[in-house]
């Protein structure tokens, strides 16, 4: 059975997930060692792992007998093209503004 994919959103909405992908930002780590950051068991850990693993946020590598986790960028890309339009959004309203108290203020001066 497949395993539906989660929207970026879900993803990052658990607390623990994001914990983990700050924790993967400083270094790749095993599975073990992450799950040694928190209070849960290792095979919960192992599941926000391959939710994580399955959005594009982290890859997992078999090195010799140990699993690590590395993160991946494509995970982060819808989220970044999201962020990203309302950045020019709010980029836009706020050039707006700004050309509005210009203006008023060139009008008061008169």
């Known amino acids: 059975?497949?395993?539906?994919r989660l929207d970026v959103f879900q993803v990052i909405?658990?607390?623990?997930?994001?914990?983990?992908?700050?924790?993967?930002s400083k270094d790749s780590s095993t599975i073990n060692a992450l799950?040694?950051?928190f209070d849960m068991s290792r095979p919960a850990v192992s599941k926000h792992i391959k939710v994580?693993?399955?959005a594009g946020?982290?890859?997992?590598?078999?090195?010799?007998r140990e699993r690590h986790c590395v993160l991946k960028q494509d995970g982060f890309k819808?989220?970044?093209k999201w962020l990203e339009y309302f950045d020019a959004f709010w980029?836009?309203?706020?050039?707006?503004?700004?050309?509005?108290i210009n203006e008023r203020n060139k009008s008061q001066k008169k």
């Open 35 to 37: 799950a040694e950051n």
């Open 1 to 4: 059975m497949e395993q539906q």
């Open 13 to 24: 909405a658990d607390p623990s997930r994001r914990q983990i992908l700050y924790l993967l």
């Open 52 to 54: 994580l693993s399955n």
């Open 57 to 64: 946020f982290i890859t997992i590598e078999d090195i010799g």
């Open 78 to 80: 819808d989220l970044h």
């Open 91 to 100: 980029a836009n309203k706020l050039n707006k503004l700004g050309a509005l």
